[in-house]
């Protein structure tokens, strides 16, 4: 298949690449960098497009048949100014909308957008198992993952297949949460985080990856789909698997008040709680290579 995806440097979006790629599909880059246009060393090919401008390289698209969208600033890249909000914000919702209002307008338009979106829509939830027919939070992000998934509505209505994967905490030592928190551990500064209750809806890299090709790959599955393991844990659990995995002791909790001081408004997702359940993949036919934390855990290390 010719795939063109957005957010392909990210942690997920290059791990999808290179998957794509190894099978021999064609993939195409949308990047915002002139200096980075035309054919990569590993053998996509990227074009241009400036989604704050709603511009996007239509002959660069041709003969696409699947877009996977992933591009947004990083969550957790920054504190949450009001400032930063609104990058969070807009980086989501005006790329969604540049595709949503182009792709129907090709001569020949993509059977499915892949269009990103997070497990942040439901918001707090507790310790209640939710699923795909739970409805929206009402915090911050619960209101960018509406907007984000609201802006694709045109590409629905003008007949492409839009599906949008829910994306948990993916565990990965390249980058994201895992990242940050996987150093602190193998030198046995880790710990749980608050009350340590909270639960953490995680996947492993590998089975996001193997998820969104799902979803390329399924013409049932529309809207939105939980991409989180079938067995979330709890902020305790996950340190306790860390702690086994690394052969490390996990002695120094941080109290929530220590991370409200230094996270601000985004300490909300590190002591708030999401316990999310992969129904709609699940009942697909999808097989996780790594439904345990401690399975996901060891991938991603």
Not at 20 to 48: N, T
Not at 60 to 78: F, K, N, P, R, S
Not at 255 to 266: H, I, K, N, T, Y
Request: hydrophobic fraction near 45%; proline fraction near 7%.
């Amino acid at each position: 298949m010719r795939i063109a995806v957005t957010g392909s440097s990210g942690l997920i979006g290059s791990a999808l690449v290179r998957s794509l790629l190894a099978d021999g599909h064609q993939v195409v880059r949308l990047v915002r960098h002139r200096q980075a246009l035309g054919p990569r060393p590993d053998g996509s090919v990227a074009i241009g497009w400036n989604p704050a401008r709603g511009e996007l390289d239509r002959a660069g698209l041709a003969g696409t048949e699947a877009v996977v969208h992933l591009a947004g600033a990083g969550v957790a890249d920054h504190r949450w100014t009001p400032a930063y909000k609104q990058e969070i914000h807009d980086s989501r919702v005006l790329g969604t909308r540049t595709l949503a209002t182009v792709l129907p307008t090709l001569d020949t338009p993509p059977a499915v957008l892949v269009s990103g979106s997070a497990v942040g829509y439901y918001g707090q939830t507790g310790a209640r198992p939710i699923d795909e027919t739970t409805p929206a939070g009402d915090d911050f992000l619960a209101r960018v993952c509406m907007d984000w998934e609201g802006a694709a509505q045109p590409a629905a209505e003008a007949g492409i297949r839009v599906v949008h994967p829910r994306t948990g905490l993916v565990l990965s030592a390249a980058g994201g949460a895992g990242g940050r928190l996987f150093p602190l551990f193998k030198l046995g500064l880790g710990g749980r985080l608050g009350s340590g209750q909270q639960y953490w809806s995680f996947i492993s890299l590998a089975d996001q990856v193997a998820a969104l090709r799902f979803l390329i790959d399924r013409p049932e599955l529309t809207g939105p789909v939980n991409l989180t393991a079938p067995e979330p844990v709890t902020n305790t659990e996950l340190t306790a698997s860390l702690g086994r995995v690394l052969r490390r002791p996990t002695p120094f909790p941080v109290p929530e008040f220590a991370l409200r001081l230094a996270l601000g408004e985004m300490a909300v997702e590190v002591v708030g709680s999401h316990r999310v359940l992969p129904a709609k993949l699940l009942a697909a036919g999808f097989v996780f290579a790594h439904p345990e934390v401690d399975q996901a855990v060891r991938a991603a290390l």
